[in-house]
């Protein structure tokens, strides 16, 4: 079955750091990359997504490559913020046909602190 | 701007209790998602439903149940309440195809005592 693995939290940066988190996966098929964003004490909200091998989804400074060569979408940023402190997931759906309806897998979540 | 919502922030319930969570969504979605997020496990996806009266088991089902009598409404339910059904439930909502994102209510934290 599908799977993803990030890399292992929390993650502690001062102000300006360049950051990254990695995240890998397993799938069957071409599946669509993401990744989600949870800021404190709120649901979570789609920071980036790609589609297909080679596309690089970008927002808010954050970017992403989808590299099917390597199975990976690892996420980074050149210079962190303190308000990027939140939690991070990588996610993707299957491409099954019409079966998968878009059903995610998440990976475990990267805890990220940005210090002044 | 789509608005997922739901029912409530926290609550708290007594071992044996039937609980209902609510969620509804504003934006005509055919896809609903009810997930429990886990420090260390990430979202686990419980059950969805892809259009009304539907709905299909996710990777944990045991222990829940859903209905969707409206397409706006999705309601998960714990028919006896556990301890280890302490967690935090989200709620999700998506357009049918398969590259659509999902959007993401707030959250209810769930305690079982």
């Known amino acids: 079955g599908n799977s993803v693995t990030q890399m292992e939290g929390p993650v502690t940066l001062s102000e300006e750091a360049f950051l990254t988190i990695n995240c890998t996966y397993t799938a069957t098929g071409y599946p669509s990359l993401f990744w989600y964003v949870q800021y404190p004490g709120e649901g979570l909200q789609l920071l980036l997504k790609a589609t297909k091998a080679d596309d690089k989804g970008s927002n808010k400074g954050f970017e992403a490559t989808y590299r099917k060569e390597t199975t990976s979408f690892h996420l980074e940023k050149g210079s962190v913020q303190v308000s990027d402190s939140a939690v991070y997931f990588c996610a993707l759906t299957g491409n099954a046909g019409g079966t998968s309806y878009g059903k995610l897998t998440f990976g475990q979540g990267t805890i990220l602190t940005v210090h002044p | 701007d789509v608005k997922v919502t739901q029912s409530s922030r926290y609550l708290v319930k007594r071992t044996g209790e039937k609980v209902f969570l609510e969620c509804v969504q504003d934006?005509?979605?055919?896809?609903m998602f009810w997930y429990r997020q886990d420090p260390g496990l990430g979202l686990r996806l419980i059950y969805f439903?892809?259009?009304?009266?539907?709905?299909e088991k996710g990777d944990i089902p045991e222990g829940y149940s859903v209905s969707r009598e409206k397409k706006e409404r999705f309601s998960l339910i714990l028919e006896s309440a556990s301890t280890n059904q302490t967690s935090m439930y989200l709620c999700?909502?998506?357009?049918?195809?398969?590259?659509?994102?999902?959007?993401f209510g707030p959250g209810t934290r769930l305690t079982v005592l």
């Open positions: 439903s892809y259009d009304v009266k539907m709905k």
């Open positions: 934006m005509d979605h055919e896809n």
């Open positions: 999700a909502s998506s357009l049918l195809a398969v590259y659509n994102e999902q959007f």
